[in-house]
Antibody
Framework: EVYLVQSGGGLVEPGGSLRLSCAAS????????MNWVRQAPGKGLEWVSY????????KYADSVKGRTTISRDNAKNSLYLQMISLRAEDTAIYYC???????????WGQGTLVTVSS | DIQMTQSPSSLSAFVGDRVTITCRAS??????LAWYQQKPGRVPNLLIS???DLESDVPFRFSGSGSGTEFTLTISSLQPDDSATYYC?????????FGLGTKVEIK
């Protein structure tokens, strides 16, 4: 069974930082590209960031570029999202997701809520 | 950035109806389009990749078509379990982008 188990998140003050983690199991993590998607309360899905299987290619949404770093540790089967200078508009459920061979995201973490508020 | 425009934003239909959702891209994305279903409080579920490739375990009443800038998701015979919000996503070029979603309700 394929699993992505997320940790991190919570309440953070504006300007603060946090790191989200996503632990993969049940598949060969090193073979898959990964991405992060977020969803503000009551809103639609917003793509956040992408990383290739080797961790050498990283892409970001304009809304988080310069404040966010995606990374992975293939030895630990883990994906990360480091965010700094957090803003109220970053408040959302953050999902890690595996990119399938077809290109869509076929396996999702359970999501973790990040709330940016004073 | 490529904008994805979904229509309608919501619809209500009877069980057994044929339902079609449209997704238009602001520029050509070839066939690099995915469709997702999301139920309230749940994680999104991938239905279709590459515009028309149905994921395993997805019922055959779901189908996708299109290429270039215009795409459709069709539910051939709407079922009660299909009540959800549906999103399209382009992954032709970065930043990847989602449509705003179509909420499907059962009458």
């Amino acid at each position: 069974e394929v699993y992505l188990v997320q940790s991190g998140g919570g309440l953070v003050e504006p300007g603060g930082s946090l790191r989200l983690s996503c632990a993969a199991s049940g598949f060969t993590f090193t073979n898959f590209e990964m991405n992060w998607v977020r969803q503000a309360p009551g809103k639609g899905l917003e793509w956040v960031s992408y990383i290739n299987s080797g961790g050498t290619i990283k892409k970001y949404a304009d809304s988080v570029k310069g404040r966010t770093t995606i990374s992975r540790d293939n030895a630990k089967n883990s994906l990360y999202l480091q965010m700094i200078s957090l803003r109220a508009e970053d408040t959302a459920i953050y999902y890690c997701a595996r990119v399938s061979g077809g290109g869509g995201s076929d396996c999702w973490g359970q999501g973790t809520l990040v709330t940016v508020s004073s | 950035d490529i904008q994805m425009t979904q229509s309608p934003s919501s619809l209500s239909a009877f069980v057994g109806d044929r339902v079609t959702i449209t997704c238009r891209a602001s520029q050509s994305i070839g066939g690099w389009l995915a469709w997702y279903q999301q139920k309230p409080g749940r994680v999104p579920n991938l239905l279709i990749s590459k515009a028309s490739d149905l994921e395993s375990d997805v019922p055959f009443r779901f189908s996708g078509s299109g290429s270039g800038t215009e795409f459709t998701l069709t539910i051939s015979s709407l079922q009660p379990d299909d009540s959800a919000t549906y999103y399209c996503q382009q992954y032709s070029s970065y930043p990847w982008t989602f449509g705003l979603g179509t909420k499907v309700e059962i009458k």
